[in-house]
């Protein structure tokens, strides 16, 4: 059975703007790929990832961008128990707890993301690792 991460939008958009690193999201999705991980990323990262995509590019690039990458990761959602826990939360940016407490409930086994901040408020139950972190604890070449 594959590993289950969840992607957060960060990641998607270190590798569509090619920003620092993105060499190690590319790393992540060759393993995805092969079936090693299985993705997943809420809808709301599309909605992020398009609205930041569009404004860099165009509506046409960023829908591109996002139907290449949905042939490759599954989208899970919130419902009103997971926003609740989440807002609740100890995180204080509601965009993050809404995406971890999302992959929480859904049982991911890695959430990815290049927000240390988000990092710091994580819990042991479902730990956050950079891309970077993540390549070197899988040795992915």
Excluded at 45 to 53: A, K, P, S
Excluded at 87 to 97: C, H, M, P, Q
């Amino acid at each position: 059975m594959a590993i289950k991460v969840f992607l957060d939008a960060n990641v998607l958009l270190d590798i569509s703007l090619k920003r620092k690193g993105f060499e190690n999201v590319e790393k992540i999705f060759a393993q995805i790929n092969l079936g090693v991980f299985e993705a997943f990323i809420s809808s709301s990262i599309i909605h992020i990832v398009f609205y930041i995509l569009s404004k860099e590019y165009s509506n046409k690039i960023a829908k591109g961008f996002i139907l290449k990458v949905l042939e490759d990761i599954e989208i899970i959602d919130l419902n009103k128990e997971i926003s609740i826990n989440a807002l609740l939360s100890k995180i204080e940016d509601v965009e993050d707890a809404l995406q971890y407490y999302v992959a929480l409930h859904h049982k991911m086994d890695y959430f990815i993301s290049n927000d240390q901040q988000l990092k710091k408020e994580s819990i042991n139950t479902l730990p956050v690792y950079s891309t970077s972190e993540f390549v070197k604890l899988f040795e992915l070449n």
